[in-house]
DNA sequence: TCATAGTTTAGAATAGTTCTAAACTGTTGA
DNA sequence: TCAACAGTTTAGAACTATTCTAAACTATGA
């Protein structure tokens, strides 16, 4: 048999739950960070094609039911090693449970608080104007707008 | 004597940590909220005047070291007690923990998350346009503003 | 002054997240 | 192919921010 590469058709057919696509085996070669079982499940179900927003725990039940075993941890490693190589975004927009985007572009959102539930708006959507200089000695790194809405 | 009111000035002087002014009281007391000594020494902190930016431990911190003794679970009650008066605003900058802002005029932060340090950012200054329609049965509740800033 | 409803509190409990150290696995080089 | 090693995963403990509980306390109105 030929010499076989990290992940193999095998690895692919066994623990097939998050269909592996190219881009999520691509993503995390482009990272540095080695396509293990569980990153390349978790890669499957964020990076399927729609932009996605997870919270660690929403992440692992799903991987769970998808019948895959990933621990918290690492759902929570992966999160954040995935938002360090700017393949996810986190969004902060309740005190007390972190979201990840799959969508790293600029954009901002809706965020339903009732049902914690986020709603992309496209970057070019929204204008934000007349930001004013920060005090002196400090930079802008990023605006975040978040448009808070209830049930009508 | 004369019959006591709630406070009175021995009290004050008492417990002068917090100079208790006008404002303290008459908010409490327009708010349907017992003017007791820990709602006061917290009022006393909280609205002397300047804006304000503070998290349940800061200001349990602060009062404490005023020679105060407040518990901290009497300082989350009151901090949310203020924020349903609308005597506080509650600002979600950081997933993790809770910031209370005694400005409740419109108004967007800086925020420096290094430090967990918040700075105003006045209404009129920042304008927010082509915020897009909400889905479905859902109505505009607030937009928020957040310029994330490093130091640099 | 008394009764009562509202308030405070210590401590337990909870939720979300991070840490630890031991077991496991992908990769590399011979 | 395989050993060795660095990177990864994991269970469970630990931690942080916050909320809950139920008993003690206090402001208020009669």
Same mark, same amino acid.
């Given at each position: ?27 995390? #070669? ?6 293990? *079982? ?9 990076? *399927? ?18 019948? =895959? #075993? ?69 930079? =802008?790194?990023?605006?975040? =707008?978040?448009? *808070? =809405? #209830?049930?009508?």
């Amino acid at each position: 048999m030929a010499k076989e590469s990290g992940v193999t058709a095998r690895d692919v057919s066994r623990h097939g739950a998050g269909r592996l696509h190219a881009s999520g085996l691509a993503r995390l #070669k482009a990272s540095g960070l080695r396509p293990t *079982r569980q990153r390349l499940e978790l890669a499957g179900l964020l990076f *399927r094609g729609c932009d996605r927003h997870v919270t660690a725990e929403s992440l692992h039940d799903e991987v769970t039911r998808a019948g =895959v #075993k990933v621990s918290l941890a690492t759902v929570y490693n992966t999160l954040h090693q995935f938002t360090e190589a700017g393949l996810l975004r986190q969004v902060v927009v309740d005190a007390g449970r972190s979201y990840f985007d799959t969508n790293v572009g600029d954009h901002q959102h809706f965020f339903l608080e009732e049902e914690g539930y986020l709603i992309d708006i496209p970057g070019e959507t929204i204008a934000v104007s007349n930001v004013p200089a920060p005090p002196e000695g400090l930079a =802008v790194d990023r605006v975040d =707008v978040v448009v *808070r =809405v #209830k049930r009508a």
